[in-house]
């Protein structure tokens, strides 16, 4: 197990803040943005970190327009800024009276609020980095690893938890606070009790097509409202809804997203899954090991690449299809030492004319299944 967690947002937030004024470090609660911020800052002198949740800093921005001149020259940190969204105008006049790389770093949950906020204030001043759970790249250094990732999540308090209880607990607090604060904050504020089923039915959704109706009658709600709580939980990097590909390929394709949670130790705890022989017995695990494959795929996909799943009516299927520019990559995900493909892989392969395939299994040992096609594991992935 890795000892410490190299993350790669490290490397693009300084990146970015090279060329440009401010950085947005966008991602769920907890997944490890503070404490890459504060790495950051304590690099770099005279570096100034405020909480937005706190009632202390928040009076210290009491007037920002001075506060900001105050300390110009020096990173500012600005961390849940989406406490007092009145700040993204005030930034933009700041920067546009001193336009200097590396002055603002905003550390944001990832809420729509901040997202339209700073759209419309800060366009063509404000650089974004995502966050995701800790990857594999990020963690795993033995086969092993990969089992103990899978089982925990990307979440570190919950992967570096000293056992499973303390783990489960951790999930079941964040679950807690996530239902009776964080989501409230994001304008989605049901009963505790249906946000509760709602998560309980994504869980066992997972890998699946997403019909509202159906949900909406579970719930005793409507279809729109369980759209736009799925909305904002995607909005908040807590779960996936991967579209259907769509392209006038003279086929019957499926219309209807599928909905991943995507962090799979919030799966498995939403499952009831505490262990590693829990989860391998569970009727569920193909599909957690599904989305916690298509996590790491989608989660290091290069800028202007596009993910979507394939099949048709006719059973032609690829569990994911990557598209940069005109080269498009399929993956097929299978929960096997020696994983089988179908006809229908092969049948989505030719539709699409994939420039290469690949099966991703828990396997230590790559191989080729035919030309352009490999059985690669996680760590492999290109």
């Not at 063509?124 to 925990?152: H, I, K, N, S």
């Not at 229908?344 to 030309?371: H, I, K, M, T």
């Amino acid at each position: 197990m890795a000892a410490t967690l190299e993350r790669f947002a490290d490397s693009q937030v300084r990146a970015a803040l090279a060329r440009s004024p401010a950085v947005a470090l966008l991602g769920p609660r907890q997944v490890g943005k503070t404490t890459l911020a504060k790495r950051i800052a304590g690099g770099l002198p005279g570096s100034v970190y405020l909480d937005l949740e706190s009632e202390r800093d928040r009076i210290r921005l009491t007037d920002p327009r001075l506060f900001f001149e105050r300390y110009r020259g020096r990173l500012l940190v600005l961390d849940e800024v989406q406490n007092a969204p009145g700040i993204f105008a005030e930034l933009r006049g700041e920067i546009d009276s001193f336009r200097h790389p590396g002055r603002f770093l905003i550390l944001g949950s990832a809420s729509p609020h901040l997202l339209r906020q700073s759209s419309e204030s800060l366009a063509g001043r404000l650089e974004y980095v995502d966050m995701a759970p800790v990857q594999v790249a990020e963690f795993c250094r033995v086969f092993e690893d990969l089992q103990t990732l899978w089982l925990r999540g990307g979440f570190p308090p919950a992967l570096l938890a000293h056992g499973e209880a303390d783990c489960w607990d951790w999930r079941e607090g964040f679950l807690r606070n996530l239902i009776s604060r964080d989501l409230p904050a994001l304008g989605i504020a049901p009963a505790p009790e249906t946000m509760h089923r709602f998560w309980r039915m994504l869980a066992h959704l997972h890998g699946q097509l997403f019909n509202a109706s159906a949900i909406a009658s579970s719930l005793g709600v409507s279809p729109p409202t369980v759209s736009r709580h799925l909305d904002a939980l995607c909005g908040a990097f807590l779960v996936r809804r991967l579209e259907p590909l769509h392209g006038n390929l003279g086929k019957r394709l499926v219309k209807s997203p599928k909905v991943y949670v995507r962090d799979s130790g919030l799966l498995h705890h939403l499952l009831g899954v505490m262990t590693v022989d829990d989860l391998i017995g569970h009727p569920g695990a193909g599909a957690s090991w599904e989305g916690f494959v298509i996590e790491q795929i989608c989660n290091r996909l290069p800028r202007g690449a596009t993910a979507s799943f394939y099949r048709t009516a006719a059973g032609a299927e690829l569990d994911l299809v990557v598209e940069t520019g005109k080269r498009k990559i399929g993956y097929e995900v299978k929960f096997s030492s020696a994983p089988k493909v179908t006809k229908g892989f092969w049948q989505a392969c030719s539709d699409l004319a994939v420039d290469r395939a690949y099966v991703v299994a828990p396997v230590r040992e790559p191989w080729p299944l035919a030309n352009d096609v490999e059985v690669i594991s996680p760590f492999q992935l290109p």
